[in-house]
């Protein structure tokens, strides 16, 4: 798909979950591995979806930002790397900001159908980083540790 759609799938988000949702085909599947989703029924989709398109300041869930930095595809698939970031959230996936702004990069791959609706969505995205600038103690070194002790 071209840098439009995948701007208006961004921005959809900001607007509320219906909108982002009305993106997917009645038939779809949603992948998130680092957080362990896996979703195939819009009413779940609309329930994960929710809270980007907070717009309250105050309520620590945070301002969603997303940007587009690079689109690769065509008609039938797609790659975004996007940015986020959440000015005024109060934690990230559990994790006090202490007054810092979380944010993250990612990849998302998208299939469209013939419509041009996304039927399958696998998102990836770089929670170690994340976690660090949040102060989270996070040592790549352990994943090698790890691997030779297996």
């Known amino acids: 798909m071209s840098h439009s759609f995948a701007v208006k799938w961004l921005k959809a988000f900001r607007e509320s979950p219906e909108a982002v949702v ?10 998130d591995p ?20 907070n717009k309250d300041t105050e309520n620590g869930i945070g301002i969603n930002n997303f940007r587009i930095d690079e689109v690769v595809g065509d008609e039938k698939s ?10 005024t959230a109060t934690a990230f ?13 990612g990849l998302t791959f998208h ?12 998102s990836l995205w770089d929670i ?20 030779v002790l297996v």
């Open 22 to 31: 009305a993106l997917y085909a009645d038939d779809f599947l949603f992948e």
């Open 34 to 53: 680092i957080l362990g989703q896996k979703i195939t029924d819009r009413d779940e989709l609309l329930r994960v979806f929710g809270p980007y398109a």
């Open 78 to 87: 797609a790659i975004y790397r996007w940015t986020w970031k959440a000015p």
């Open 93 to 105: 996936v559990g994790v006090p900001t202490n007054g810092k702004v979380p944010g993250a990069r």
């Open 111 to 122: 299939i469209y159908n013939e419509a041009g609706l996304i039927t399958r969505e696998a």
């Open 128 to 147: 170690a980083t994340a976690a660090a600038d949040l102060g989270q103690p996070v040592d790549p070194s352990s994943v090698t540790k790890s691997a």
